[in-house]
């Protein structure tokens, strides 16, 4: 039996997933923040407010229900998180590909360097032509801002993800080698 690790790994390929641990862990976290939400509003109100009656009845009903609708929010989206089990990452013999930005593989020739940035939380892709290879949603409205920060085309954060960028890293550098052979 193959080691977590190594599940979503093999000679033509390298996938990078989810860490739904890391995920599951926040979706608790947001559910306590929904319950504390709730109890406030109902039996914790007039134990931290004073209640409707008191000097502050103007947080009563507003600062619980902001916080039900915010760690609801951000539960449904850590959720959303931990059940996304679909590659993010993908690395083979011929090129590199991230979901959130295309599900088009950029070839390695068309990719000038990819190092680590930001004490290796993200890694950074430097393109020969980016235009060629635009992002396919929401990402391309903030892609200028990879310019200015001075990092690559592409910034990939890999801190959600279940393989660090040293891991990720090694499989380009492995991938991309065997593609330079004959």
């Not at 599900?103 to 939380?121: D, L, T």
Request: with cysteine; proline share 6%; charged share 25%.
């Amino acid at each position: 039996m193959s080691s977590p690790r190594k599940a979503f790994e093999s000679e033509q390929r390298f996938e990078v997933r989810f860490n739904s641990v890391l995920a599951w862990g926040a979706f608790l976290h947001c559910l306590i923040g929904v319950a504390s939400g709730i109890w406030m509003l109902t039996l914790g109100a007039s134990f931290v407010f004073g209640g409707p009656d008191s000097d502050e009845r103007w947080m009563w009903p507003w600062l619980p229900l902001l916080a039900i609708l915010f760690f609801g929010w951000i539960a449904w989206l850590t959720a959303r998180w931990a059940l996304d089990r679909r590659p993010q990452i993908v690395v083979t013999p011929s090129g590199f590909s991230w979901r959130k930005w295309s599900q088009v593989e950029i070839p390695w020739s068309e990719i000038v360097e990819i190092k680590p940035y930001g004490f290796a939380r993200y890694i950074t892709i430097t393109l020969r032509d980016p235009a060629r290879y635009r992002a396919e949603n929401a990402s391309a409205r903030f892609h200028w801002i990879n310019g200015i920060r001075g990092a690559g085309d592409l910034t990939i954060p890999v801190r959600r993800l279940n393989r660090s960028a040293k891991d990720i890293l090694e499989a380009v550098k492995r991938f991309r080698d065997g593609a330079a052979r004959p």
